[in-house]
């Protein structure tokens, strides 16, 4: 039993490392004063943070990823809360398809996905809606997160709760408002900002569903890293990396290791 142990704990130190060590090395390249990426540094500086505050092509792609990251979210969160009250009131076998469904973008590869919504979107004639049809792909793939981190806190809440609110005479708008929203508020709060760090690092769907005007920050800092070898993407991923690490710090503050693995 040591001896396993000692083996578990080995190889989770090994895949720590192993996702932790490409991080740390962007953030250490990101201070390089050299003209191009190179590690270690020769020396220290900030100016490819600076520099990135002078780019076109950062402002308009960091504008269009909190666009359609923000109006996804929003809508994941109003879906997902009215998904997840319905699947409490429906048989089983229902809410097992149901959920098959709405979590098929977590076990379905993004690139199918992204393939399957760039052909709806030339049957539909929606190649000149470029920014709101990656609106409606990200609203897919946010949703799942939503879903799971509502449902995880909707088993938690006592259902005598809204009768008692039915039976005083409140209607079921005024339920869901004030009985229903507060009591799952740290789901929607863990839901909403897993999606919305989700929906604004996607970056296989964005590359398919792409427009010159609706490039995402993924999908621009790709095609510098292609063409360009300065120390820009490195730059901005390491901002990236620490709000993203702020994000999930709130997550498991609000909504604990549940808001992420569902119930």
């Given at each position: 039993?040591?001896?396993?142990?000692?083996?578990?704990?080995?190889?989770?130190?090994?895949?720590s490392?192993?996702?932790?060590?490409?991080?740390?090395?962007?953030?250490?390249?990101?201070?390089?004063?050299?003209?191009?990426?190179?590690?270690?540094?020769?020396?220290?500086?900030?100016?490819w943070?600076?520099?990135?505050?002078?780019?076109?092509?950062?402002?308009?792609?960091?504008?269009?990823?909190?666009?359609?990251?923000?109006?996804?979210?929003?809508?994941?969160?109003v879906?997902?809360?009215?998904?997840?009250?319905?699947?409490?009131?429906?048989?089983?076998?229902?809410r097992a398809?149901?959920?098959?469904?709405?979590?098929?973008?977590?076990?379905?590869?993004?690139?199918?996905?992204?393939?399957?919504?760039?052909?709806?979107?030339?049957l539909?004639?929606?190649?000149?809606y470029?920014?709101?049809?990656?609106?409606?792909?990200?609203?897919?793939?946010?949703?799942?997160?939503v879903?799971?981190?509502?449902?995880?806190?909707?088993?938690?809440?006592?259902?005598?709760?809204?009768?008692?609110a039915?039976?005083?005479?409140?209607?079921?708008?005024?339920?869901?408002?004030?009985?229903?929203?507060?009591?799952v508020a740290?789901?929607?709060?863990?839901?909403?900002?897993?999606?919305?760090?989700?929906?604004?690092?996607?970056?296989?769907?964005?590359?398919?569903?792409?427009?010159?005007?609706?490039?995402?920050?993924?999908?621009?800092?790709?095609?510098?890293?292609e063409y360009?070898h300065?120390?820009?993407?490195?730059?901005?991923?390491?901002?990236?990396?620490?709000?993203?690490?702020?994000?999930f710090?709130?997550?498991?503050k609000?909504?604990?290791?549940k808001?992420?693995?569902?119930?």
């Amino acid at each position: 039993m040591m001896s396993r142990g000692w083996v578990v704990s080995l190889l989770a130190v090994a895949w720590s490392v192993f996702l932790v060590l490409p991080l740390a090395l962007v953030v250490i390249v990101s201070f390089t004063s050299s003209d191009y990426m190179v590690f270690p540094p020769a020396s220290l500086s900030l100016r490819w943070y600076l520099e990135t505050a002078r780019l076109p092509w950062f402002r308009n792609a960091l504008g269009n990823s909190l666009l359609i990251s923000i109006v996804a979210t929003l809508f994941a969160i109003v879906v997902g809360l009215l998904f997840a009250r319905a699947m409490l009131r429906v048989r089983p076998s229902v809410r097992a398809a149901a959920e098959l469904v709405v979590y098929s973008p977590l076990y379905i590869p993004s690139v199918m996905i992204g393939f399957g919504i760039f052909n709806m979107a030339i049957l539909l004639s929606m190649q000149d809606y470029g920014i709101w049809r990656m609106i409606v792909a990200h609203i897919v793939i946010a949703l799942p997160f939503v879903v799971r981190s509502i449902w995880a806190s909707l088993v938690g809440v006592d259902a005598s709760l809204e009768e008692a609110a039915h039976s005083l005479g409140a209607t079921p708008r005024q339920t869901l408002l004030h009985v229903t929203i507060p009591s799952v508020a740290p789901g929607i709060v863990a839901g909403g900002f897993l999606a919305f760090a989700y929906s604004f690092n996607e970056i296989v769907i964005s590359a398919f569903l792409t427009t010159p005007v609706s490039k995402t920050l993924p999908v621009e800092l790709m095609a510098h890293i292609e063409y360009q070898h300065d120390a820009t993407p490195a730059a901005i991923s390491s901002i990236l990396i620490i709000l993203m690490f702020f994000i999930f710090q709130i997550v498991m503050k609000v909504g604990g290791m549940k808001a992420i693995i569902g119930r």
